[in-house]
């Protein structure tokens, strides 16, 4: 691999990822402070595609307390108001391990304020959030071939 490869594949990584920037930077946060409300749906469990912590930027901890409480409940099971959050690290990002790097993400998106909704379906095939979507992706007849399996 030549230097000019590594050196890209450096960039994307850190403080220096765009999906970093975009959960930090206010470039990227003020428009979507520009919405009156803001609501994201996540699934508890059966959803390996956007799981729990990722879909609700949970910390493994809380999203490992939510599963255990709201395991034998169903529908919409707990909805979390975040307060305004900042980050609590004195040290300059370039300084951040993997964990800092997270913990600095979900600050800047907690920070806007969202109503997160937890919702718990279960589903065969470990797909769960195709139950949350909100518009048809398939015909008719495909709908009710994968409401089958779902």
């Given amino acids: 691999m030549d230097s ?6 450096n960039r994307s990584r850190g403080t220096d990822a ?3 920037h975009m959960a930090t930077d206010r470039q990227f946060l003020d428009p979507l402070r520009s ?4 609501r994201l749906f996540a699934n508890l469990n059966a959803d390996f595609v956007v799981p729990l ?3 609700a930027f949970l910390p493994k901890s809380i999203v490992a307390l939510y599963r255990q409480k709201y395991a034998s409940s169903y529908g919409i099971v ?3 108001n975040s307060g305004v959050v900042s980050p609590q690290s004195n040290e300059s990002p370039s300084n951040y391990n993997r964990d800092d790097l997270i913990a600095a993400m979900r600050a800047g998106l907690d920070s806007m304020q969202w109503e997160k909704v937890l919702v718990h379906f ?3 095939v470990p797909i769960a959030h195709n139950k949350i ?4 992706k398939f015909t008719d007849w495909m709908d009710s071939i994968l409401g089958e399996l779902l």
Avoid at 4 to 9: C, G, H, Y
Avoid at 133 to 136: D, L
């Fill in 4 to 9: 000019r490869k590594i050196a890209d594949r």
């Fill in 18 to 20: 765009l999906l970093f």
């Fill in 35 to 38: 919405f009156r409300r803001r």
């Fill in 53 to 55: 912590g990722t879909a």
């Fill in 78 to 80: 707990h909805v979390i």
């Fill in 122 to 124: 279960d589903s065969v």
């Fill in 133 to 136: 979507a909100a518009v048809t």
